[in-house]
């Protein structure tokens, strides 16, 4: 009987990559505990493409800085595969989980190396890092990314929708001239929130520890991502809008007179717009914070608008009503006009 590969939960892949980074800050600890006594004071940090030492800090900063290093990477990778964790492409997501792991490794044999290094000189400037060393870092680095991928688990593999499915119809309302309906629901990612946190924390360790070029394109980028990881959706008489946070601006307003059709289906961010937030590819525009149902709406030129978030099947029963409305009573001024 053939066995279903075992599914993998929400923590563990992030718990995995988390772990990698806790081992290589401690085999850093380690080596700078034993031959502590044995560096010098400054301590080599940075060498150049020939091996020779380049950059200098004191003994009393060196593990401080490193020990900071150490942390951003680790909210960054980790970050990074929470946020990714609902995508359907395992194979994918798994990899970037033994990336994770491959650059805990990386970054923590080259540690290591730095201690050691500076350890066998008799001063700071004689300290060197050949390529033997970094090649060792590499290998390092790929066997934890090896042991990292299967350790990600896997999940079955589903079969993919098509990319250009048709849109389910929305079920049918009818409003009458002068009623009123409104329909308003939060749609968030809280993948996109942690992402967006663990770059912000991220620039904020690495400004001080290297300086505002380093961090401060983290740091907005994760600001960013913070602001976008919501957005309030509106159907009412004036269409389908979009708010990011529900705040005024910025907005998208799709208005009726724009929207051919309405209906339903459930969109996968990367497949359908090629990632997450607000993405437009041919033919094609939307909102999709996270996998799931998506109000779809046909535009009058032919294209697709559609914004991922919960009962979408009533929004786009809503906003068709609205539309056909709008149509009716555009038609019947037409007609008054030709008449008169």
């Known amino acids: 009987m053939p066995v279903s590969p075992r599914p993998v939960s929400g923590s563990r892949a992030p718990l995995v990559v988390a772990a990698a980074h806790l081992l290589a800050c401690a085999a850093f600890l380690t080596a700078f505990l034993v031959r502590r006594d044995a560096l010098p004071d400054p301590v080599a940090t940075h060498f150049s493409g020939s091996g020779g030492a380049d950059g200098f800090t ?36 798994r990899l970037l989980v033994g990336l994770g ?9 080259v ?8 350890a066998g000189a008799e001063t700071a400037d004689r300290a060197r890092l050949g390529p033997g060393t970094l090649g060792v870092a590499v290998a390092v680095a790929a066997v934890a990314a090896g042991l990292g991928v299967p350790a990600g688990g896997r999940r079955p593999a589903e079969p993919p929708a098509k990319p250009d499915a048709a849109a389910e119809p929305a079920p049918r309302f009818v409003l009458r001239e002068g009623e009123s309906v409104l329909w308003t629901r939060r749609a968030g990612s809280r993948p996109v929130l942690v992402g967006g946190a663990s770059l912000l924390a991220a620039g904020a360790v690495l400004i001080p520890l290297a300086g505002w070029a380093a961090g401060l394109g983290m740091a907005v980028a994760g600001a960013v991502l913070c602001a976008c990881f919501a957005v309030r959706v509106t159907v009412d008489r004036h269409g389908l809008t979009v708010n990011a946070l529900g705040l005024p601006r910025p907005r998208v307003r799709i208005p009726l007179d724009r929207i051919a059709e309405a209906g339903h289906r459930d969109v996968e961010p990367l497949r359908d717009l090629g990632g997450w937030g607000y993405r437009a590819v041919p033919g094609r525009s939307g909102f999709a914070l996270r996998s799931g149902p998506a109000v779809v709406v046909r535009l009058t ?36 006009t030709a008449g008169g």
């Open 301 to 336: 030129t032919g294209s697709e608008f559609v914004v991922t978030v919960d009962d979408a099947a009533t929004a786009a029963a809503l906003l068709d009503a609205l539309a056909e409305r709008d149509r009716t009573r555009t038609a019947a001024t037409t007609d008054t």
């Open 101 to 109: 792991c491959g650059v805990a490794g990386l970054l923590g044999a």
């Open 111 to 118: 540690a290591v190396a730095v201690v050691v290094s500076n």
């Open 58 to 93: 004191t003994l009393g900063a060196f593990p401080y800085e490193m020990l900071g290093m150490f942390l951003v990477m680790a909210l960054l990778c980790t970050g990074l595969v929470y946020a990714t964790g609902p995508l359907r492409a395992t194979r994918a997501h």
